[in-house]
């Protein structure tokens, strides 16, 4: 239960929560890629990213599921563990005991034999994953060793007897032992059991923690776009802090929407893009997830406006290669560049579009002068597209 602590040990508390933030890497979110660089009108394929596929959990009505692999050695009110249990009603718990998910709201601290222990209640309430489009509970394991993350997320998750209504949270473990909830929308279904608890209590049910200043043990309340951290401060106690709000990034299997948009013109709603601009052009990606936590992001295709006219292979690590610019050859199914010299005869081909031409022929080199270049290529919408000019070689 939270207690007044002496101000010394708040001091230390504040300490402890600014080493763990400096520690802790900062996950990007939705991306856009990065930004390329093309010749007028060569394909690009842009593709929106938003963290690692996550595992859907099919669960029933008050069921438990587990025990899943955390992922890293974790340790909860001084004991350490590796595994853990979901509980329908919101909860995820490192014992795992079926017989609590009938369960669906205590009051913390809890002994009764029925309530969840060794446990963290991200937003325990009366939740039903059953109506089409489940599963509606995730989990993965993201980043690296020392900087790993558990994320268990509740995403658009109905709530019972309120169908119309649902909730989106994650519950984090984060390695080093620090924990995390974050609630993008967790509202009020007045027609049933509204009573929600947030907080974390040990195996025994007699110590636990929950928010300070906030009503959220077994009460009735809504909230959006919260974040809070628990730090241990001993095999005993949490310093509870609150924090900004940040959705971890996983994909919660189909519950994610892609859409992208060249000022504010739509252009497409799948993941992809085929574009091939002929002038540099920034495009903007957006995601919804969870209906309704949206992110976006930009990138811009920057298009040199001529091809070289001239090259000079001598060695010198400039300019020595002619080749045509754009993204590797995923975004063109057939792709031919050949240079003629002035008699017609052939000099060079190349089916890639990354290897261009370095002034020889057949390792002996080309007299200076101007030669012929010709492009033919078919992206995968199956456009076929081919230019050709003059390329002057110069030593």
Request: hydrophobic residues 35%; negative net charge.
């Amino acid at each position: 239960m939270q207690n007044s602590k002496p101000k010394s040990t708040r001091v230390t508390n504040v300490l402890i929560f600014l080493f763990l933030l400096m520690q802790t890497p900062v996950f990007s979110q939705l991306s856009a890629g990065l930004d390329d660089t093309i010749n007028p009108g060569v394909p690009v394929n842009l593709s929106a990213k938003f963290g690692l596929l996550a595992n859907g959990v099919s669960i029933l009505d008050n069921g438990v599921e587990g025990p899943f692999d955390i992922g890293f050695p974790f340790t909860f009110y001084g004991k350490k563990f590796t595994g853990f249990s979901i509980g329908e009603n919101g909860w995820i718990s490192f014992t795992h005991n079926p017989y609590w998910g009938t369960t669906r709201n205590i009051r913390l601290p809890s002994m009764d034999n029925k309530s969840p222990k060794n446990c963290i209640l991200g937003a325990m309430e009366d939740y039903n994953p059953i109506p089409a489009g489940s599963p509606y509970i995730y989990y993965q394991t993201i980043g690296q060793s020392p900087h790993r993350k558990l994320v268990v997320m509740w995403c658009q998750c109905p709530m019972y007897s309120c169908l119309a209504l649902s909730v989106t949270f994650q519950i984090v473990l984060i390695e080093g032992d620090t924990i995390e909830t974050h609630i993008f929308n967790k509202p009020v279904c007045a027609d049933w059991d509204n009573k929600c608890t947030i907080g974390i209590q040990d195996e025994s049910g007699s110590r636990c923690d929950t928010l300070p200043n906030k009503n959220r043990n077994s009460t009735s309340f809504s909230v959006s776009k919260e974040g809070w951290r628990y730090v241990p401060t001993s095999s005993d106690t949490y310093a509870v802090t609150q924090i900004p709000y940040h959705m971890e990034p996983i994909t919660p299997g189909d519950k994610i929407s892609f859409r992208w948009y060249q000022g504010s013109d739509f252009l497409s709603d799948q993941q992809t893009l085929l574009v091939a601009p002929s002038q540099t052009t920034t495009y903007r990606a957006v995601c919804t997830l969870c209906s309704g936590e949206e992110f976006s992001d930009e990138m811009t295709v920057f298009v040199v406006p001529y091809i070289p006219s001239a090259f000079t292979p001598n060695g010198d690590g400039l300019n020595d290669i002619f080749r045509i610019l754009g993204l590797p050859a995923e975004n063109i199914t057939e792709f031919n560049l050949q240079i003629f010299n002035r008699w017609g005869q052939m000099v060079f081909s190349s089916k890639d579009i990354l290897e261009g031409w370095d002034g020889k022929l057949n390792g002996e080199v080309c007299p200076e002068g101007e030669y012929v270049w010709v492009i033919f290529y078919e992206d995968n919408k199956k456009t076929k597209t081919s230019n050709k000019g003059l390329i002057t070689l110069l030593r």
